[in-house]
T-cell receptor
Framework: DGGITQSPKYLFRKEGQNVTLSCEQN?????MYWYRQDPGQGLRLIYY???????QKGDIAEGYSVSREKKESFPLTVTSAQKNPTAFYLC????????????FGSGTRLTVV | DQQVKQNSPSLSVQEGRISILNCDYT??????FLWYKKYPAEGPTFLIS?????DKNEDGRFTVFLNKSAKHLSLHIVPSQPGDSAVYFC???????????FGKGTSLLVTP
């Protein structure tokens, strides 16, 4: 079955530590996206990538970094520079030819302790 | 700056009646609009979409209407069922990246 896998489901991080959230898709989608959701808020775009080795900042990229070395993978690193990292993180992908054909992962809940 | 707005945080409807969820946008470059249903700590579930060249799209109990001149779209659910209770997000996208811009959501409660 094709889909997006986000791991882990729950993640705890100590203040001052970097942490990497995994996102893997086997849908052969070209574009991949990272969103963040806070309570009472919609999903906000962190970073996105339309092709391998290329990515663009979204609305709230500060304190985050990404890489796109493989088409299937788009890991998100939450750095110590991110002031408020506790949130629910969602990864999504989309085929190039389908502007509305998004697939979302099941999310990672990150908590800073 | 919020480009997609859902001004009603919550809506309560009786089972069998129509649910109407509204969404406004400010960016005239948006050319795809989507509605998602979401539960806490889960990924969004796609419901229905519409491109800017259409003014209506229907899929079963779900119909989306787009009024480009008013920069407004709405989702109609008829008839509403208790299983429809969830948070509904409106989203819009524009080229080149087609990243989704989300509203803050409307929590729908369908009561028996």
């Amino acid at each position: 079955d094709g889909g997006i896998t986000q791991s882990p489901k729950y993640l705890f991080r100590k203040e001052g530590q970097n942490v990497t959230l995994s996102c893997e898709q086997n849908l052969n989608h070209d574009a991949m996206y990272w969103y963040r959701q806070d309570p009472g808020q919609g999903l906000r775009l962190i970073y996105y990538s339309q092709i391998v080795n290329d990515f663009q900042k979204g609305d709230i990229a500060e304190g985050y970094s990404v890489s796109r070395e493989k088409k299937e993978s788009f890991p998100l690193t939450v750095t110590s520079a991110q002031k408020n990292p506790t949130a629910f993180y969602l990864c999504a992908s989309r085929p190039r030819q389908a502007a509305a054909g998004y697939t979302f992962g099941s999310g990672t809940r990150l908590t800073v302790v | 700056d919020q480009q997609v707005k859902q001004n009603s945080p919550s809506l309560s409807v009786q089972e069998g009646r129509i649910s109407i969820l509204n969404c406004d946008y400010t960016n005239s470059m948006f050319d795809y609009f989507l509605w998602y249903k979401k539960y806490p700590a889960e990924g969004p579930t796609f419901l229905i979409s519409i491109s800017s060249i259409k003014d209506k799209n229907e899929d079963g109990r779900f119909t989306v209407f787009l009024n480009k001149s008013a920069k407004h779209l709405s989702l109609h659910i008829v008839p509403s069922q208790p299983g429809d209770s969830a948070v509904y997000f409106c989203a819009a996208s524009a080229p080149p990246g087609y990243a989704l811009n989300f509203g803050k959501g409307t929590s729908l409660l369908v009561t028996p």
